[in-house]
């Protein structure tokens, strides 16, 4: 017997957020990163509740949760209904017909003209089901699944946003750019490290790049300071000056770079993302062999003139010695300026994902 349960109790929420850390907790492949903004998001703590409806929802199977989601409608993308934090315990087509009749109830009480599958509130909480690559581990900020996961959506005919990841061997000899254009960059950008100390003033300048770079992004909507301060406070025991590079021209930010390691191989399966993870950061250095560039964007006024070069270099340049591997944050594959920057200077394609999107 099938029953949806809209949790309304702390009791309810919790057991909620006990099966979602079940889906990654002892599971050797998959590590639990999002857990704490899920609990944020579900009791209302997070900066991030004071623009958002939420909705969550549970689907239990013999008084058994066996699928789980918070349908949100965030103000700032208000054409989109977002089953975000999608979890799915084995293959429940039944359970996945009546999660979607229910999504498609309120998405006429709210007044969405769309829905979309994969997307965790806002892009910088991670966009795409994983679409191949099931037998490696998940990397930190990246979605981990089981294939079956894509049939919900195929079969109630969401379209495919497809997106790949991109890999590079950092081992091997390679030179993204001469001598001579680095002297030329020079003379136009200069390139910093965050300032985490004045950690309001940085997240502000991330904020307004974020705005004007991302504009036209699919799904990306327009944030405020406040939410990615919450962002990095989250993450700053993690995060060194040199994680966030900011590029600037004539003294003024015209875009950014954020990377890290790959927290994830310093985690126990049993374990979710947390001061154990800062600990091991700084006492295991030496097993922290790959690291990621999750995200960077340059204002349109720069973009193709050079800023985005300036950054990939100093990044590599520091990088060089430190890590044996690197892979890229999710690229949407109509991207073509982003994509030709992965094939031109990784090793090829690491992992392939997909976002769904439904036209109602």
């Given at each position: 017997?099938?029953?949806?349960?809209?949790?309304?109790t702390?009791?309810?929420?919790?057991?909620?957020l006990r099966?979602?850390?079940?889906q990654?907790?002892?599971?050797?492949l998959?590590?639990?990163?999002?857990?704490?903004?899920?609990?944020g998001?579900?009791?209302?703590?997070?900066?991030m509740?004071?623009?958002?409806?939420t909705?969550?929802?549970?689907?239990?199977?013999?008084?058994?949760?066996?699928?789980?989601?918070?349908i949100?409608?965030a103000?700032?993308?208000?054409?989109?209904l977002?089953?975000?934090?999608?979890?799915?315990?084995?293959?429940?087509?039944?359970?996945?017909?009546?999660?979607f009749?229910?999504?498609?109830?309120?998405?006429?009480?709210?007044?969405?003209?769309?829905?979309c599958?994969?997307?965790?509130?806002?892009v910088?909480?991670g966009l795409?089901?994983l679409a191949?690559?099931y037998?490696?581990?998940?990397?930190f900020?990246m979605?981990?699944?089981d294939?079956?996961?894509?049939?919900y959506?195929?079969?109630?005919?969401?379209?495919?946003?497809?997106?790949v990841?991109?890999?590079?061997?950092?081992?091997?000899?390679?030179?993204?750019i001469?001598?001579?254009?680095?002297?030329r960059?020079?003379k136009?950008y200069t390139?910093?490290?965050?300032d985490?100390?004045?950690i309001?003033?940085?997240?502000k300048?991330?904020?307004e790049?974020?705005?004007d770079?991302?504009?036209n992004?699919?799904?990306?909507?327009k944030?405020?300071?406040?939410?990615d301060?919450?962002?990095f406070?989250?993450?700053?025991?993690?995060?060194?000056?040199e994680?966030?590079?900011?590029?600037?021209?004539?003294?003024?930010?015209?875009?950014?770079m954020?990377?890290?390691p790959?927290?994830?191989?310093i985690?126990?399966?049993?374990e979710?993302?947390?001061?154990r993870?800062v600990i091991?950061?700084?006492?295991?250095?030496e097993?922290?062999t790959?690291?990621k560039?999750?995200?960077?964007?340059?204002?349109?006024?720069?973009?193709?003139?050079?800023?985005i070069?300036a950054?990939?270099?100093?990044?590599f340049?520091?990088?060089?010695?430190?890590?044996?591997?690197f892979?890229?944050?999710?690229?949407?594959?109509?991207?073509t300026?982003s994509?030709s920057?992965g094939?031109?200077?990784s090793?090829?394609?690491?992992?392939?994902?997909i976002a769904?999107?439904?036209?109602?």
């Amino acid at each position: 017997m099938l029953e949806l349960i809209v949790p309304k109790t702390k009791k309810e929420k919790r057991e909620l957020l006990r099966f979602y850390k079940s889906q990654y907790l002892n599971n050797p492949l998959r590590r639990d990163s999002l857990s704490g903004l899920l609990e944020g998001v579900l009791f209302e703590t997070s900066v991030m509740n004071q623009s958002m409806q939420t909705l969550p929802l549970m689907i239990k199977k013999d008084k058994t949760i066996v699928m789980m989601c918070v349908i949100a409608k965030a103000w700032r993308l208000p054409t989109y209904l977002q089953i975000s934090f999608f979890e799915s315990k084995d293959e429940h087509m039944d359970a996945f017909k009546m999660l979607f009749d229910k999504a498609m109830e309120i998405s006429r009480l709210w007044g969405t003209e769309k829905i979309c599958a994969s997307l965790n509130i806002h892009v910088n909480y991670g966009l795409g089901f994983l679409a191949d690559a099931y037998h490696r581990p998940q990397s930190f900020g990246m979605a981990h699944n089981d294939p079956y996961i894509h049939g919900y959506f195929e079969a109630f005919g969401f379209q495919a946003i497809p997106m790949v990841t991109f890999y590079k061997d950092m081992k091997k000899e390679f030179q993204i750019i001469g001598e001579r254009l680095r002297e030329r960059l020079n003379k136009r950008y200069t390139v910093r490290h965050a300032d985490f100390k004045n950690i309001k003033k940085e997240a502000k300048i991330y904020t307004e790049i974020n705005n004007d770079a991302f504009s036209n992004h699919p799904f990306y909507y327009k944030r405020v300071e406040a939410e990615d301060l919450e962002l990095f406070k989250n993450f700053k025991w993690l995060l060194k000056p040199e994680n966030l590079l900011f590029v600037e021209k004539a003294g003024q930010p015209v875009g950014f770079m954020l990377w890290y390691p790959d927290f994830h191989q310093i985690m126990k399966p049993k374990e979710s993302i947390g001061l154990r993870t800062v600990i091991r950061a700084a006492l295991w250095k030496e097993k922290l062999t790959r690291f990621k560039i999750v995200e960077m964007g340059i204002i349109q006024e720069e973009q193709k003139k050079g800023a985005i070069l300036a950054l990939f270099d100093h990044c590599f340049r520091i990088t060089k010695d430190k890590y044996a591997f690197f892979e890229s944050g999710w690229v949407l594959k109509e991207n073509t300026m982003s994509g030709s920057l992965g094939y031109k200077w990784s090793d090829g394609i690491d992992k392939n994902y997909i976002a769904y999107v439904k036209e109602l």
